[in-house]
Structures are given as C-alpha cells and as structure tokens.
C-alpha cells in the first residue's frame, strides 16, 4: 500500500525504509489483504492479475503465495519502490510469473485481458474528478468482461463531523510510523488538497462512470474504504 505522498516522489531512501517505517500499521494491511483473496477466490488457478500502484508489492507477494498458478503485472512509477518489489518477489520464487513495468497505467504495453486488477490507494491521488473516473475507465480497459476491480483509497465527506473525528484517530494512528508530530499534523492541509478524499457517494459514482457495476464496500479501516466492483 502506498502512504499520503505522491508516489513519482518516492526515492531510494523513502522505497529503502518503507516496509519497516509502516510495519507497526501491518493488521490494517493483512487484514485488507486477506479480504482480497477472498474476493478474488474462484479467479481461474491461472488468473491474470494487474497491480497497478503496486509500491513495494505486499499485495502481489501475498496473492502470489496464496494462489501459485496466478500470474502478475507490477506497475509502478517509482523506480525505488518497484526494485524493493522485484527483489522481494526474486526472494520468495515468485519473480518468474511476474512483469515488472516501471511507469504509469497508460505506457503498460498491451496484452491478454486480465482476470482482475488491484488499485490500493493509488487514486486518491488524481485530484481532478474527469480524469480520476479516466483511471477507472483505463483499468476497465484492461479487464476481461466480468473481471474485478478491487480499489482501495481515503475517503470521506471532509465537511462532516465523522470526518473530524475520524482523522483524529487516523493522525494519532500514524504516530506508529514514527514520523514527527509536526509532519502528522500538516496531513490535516494535506487531505482535500493533495490526496483527494471524497464521500462514499462520490466514489460509488466515479466507479461506476468508469465501466463497472455499482461497487461493493468490503472493508473499512478508519479512512481507508475498499471496493470491488465488476467490469460491465
């Protein structure tokens, strides 16, 4: 999973220390995981799996060793965060069943439909709504009929009193990570302006705009709302 910056911003020393700055938030993120799997569960044993965003690759080492027949694309526009999840996925055995693309979605050299795509606090990112429902539209184009969107962001109505109350847990949260006190509290002029949180509503719209059936809302942990929806 990424964190609250933009991901072309993140280097060797940010990709370096990564796993280890964020491992403390680790059930937030198996748990997502494991709900993931389930999902995805009666995919083909030879599933076709595009990870887009996929940072330092938690999502495709878990699903790779969970289910040994599936097959992974990796994109990613970090060079430091894609070489932390090749080496990891060469040090499990898994780097043979996965393409590894350095780059955004659209420069992803065309191939096979696949069975399903991850996108796990990636569009949070894309402030604009036009061009957020473009990325939906850009993953529905890379699915077979049927096969699954699993997108996971921050969201909220930042206008609500939930919203106050629930980013103070979510700051007192990424205390864990260790970062100083005064950088947790900028997050608060960060959301709305650099990662786009938007109500529920919103992002059911979006994903449905984009080519899918209305989304389902599997998990919430604090701010981060997960859906899977599938390709019209």
């Not at 900028?186 to 302006?193: A, D, F, N, Q």
Request: proline share 5%.
């Amino acid at each position: 999973m990424q964190d609250q910056e933009r991901p072309a911003a993140f280097g060797p020393a940010h990709a370096a220390a990564y796993d280890e700055r964020y491992a403390k938030l680790a059930p937030m993120r198996d748990a997502l995981h494991l709900l993931i799997s389930a999902v995805l569960a009666d995919l083909p044993a030879e599933a076709r799996i595009l990870c887009v965003g996929v940072g330092t690759g938690h999502e495709l080492i878990y699903l790779a060793r969970k289910f040994p027949g599936w097959r992974f694309a990796a994109v990613e526009p970090s060079a430091s965060m894609l070489d932390v999840c090749r080496r990891k996925a060469d040090e499990c055995g898994l780097a043979s069943r996965c393409v590894f693309h350095e780059g955004y979605l659209e420069s992803l050299p065309s191939s096979e439909d696949f069975d399903a795509v991850t996108s796990l606090l990636v569009s949070q990112f894309v402030l604009n709504l036009e061009a957020r429902t473009d990325f939906f539209r850009a993953i529905a184009r890379r699915l077979r009929p049927g096969g699954f969107l699993v997108t996971a962001d921050l969201a909220s109505d930042t206008t609500s009193g939930t919203y106050q109350n629930l980013l103070d847990v979510w700051l007192r949260l990424m205390r864990e990570t260790g970062s100083p006190r005064e950088q947790i509290e900028k997050l608060r002029g960060t959301y709305g302006r650099d990662v786009a949180l938007l109500p529920l509503d919103v992002m059911r719209s979006l994903i449905v705009s984009g080519g899918f059936a209305p989304p389902v809302l599997f998990l919430q942990t604090v701010l981060i709302h997960a859906w899977y929806a599938r390709r019209i």
